[in-house]
């Protein structure tokens, strides 16, 4: 098995316990680009988060281009990345 290469898949994650939902949002070669994208996906859920009147209610669709599947309950929305090597075959 050889590695060719890395990616680095952001993930959205909301909710705890039985109703956690985490969701794929994008994949990067470079780690620098999918750090910065989950600080300003993290930034436009925290603007939502704060300007939101009822605590469960959704963003409207397209209000952050850094995560258009944001979704948020009262836990807020949270934001990782994990490393995945390329592989050629099994």
Do not use: Q
């Not at 999918?34 to 993290?42: M, P």
């Not at 949270?78 to 090597?85: A, H, L, P, S």
Request: contains cysteine.
């Amino acid at each position: 098995m050889k590695i060719y290469t890395k990616i680095y898949t952001i993930f959205g994650t909301t909710g705890e316990y039985s109703d956690k939902c985490i969701w794929a949002i994008a994949s990067y070669y470079n780690e620098e680009l999918a750090k910065v994208h989950v600080i300003k996906a993290t930034e436009k859920a925290n603007e939502w988060e704060v300007s939101r009147k009822n605590k469960y209610a959704n963003p409207p669709e397209g209000f952050s281009k850094y995560d258009l599947k944001l979704t948020m309950d009262s836990t807020g929305t949270n934001y990782y990345y994990v490393t995945t090597d390329i592989i050629d075959s099994i």
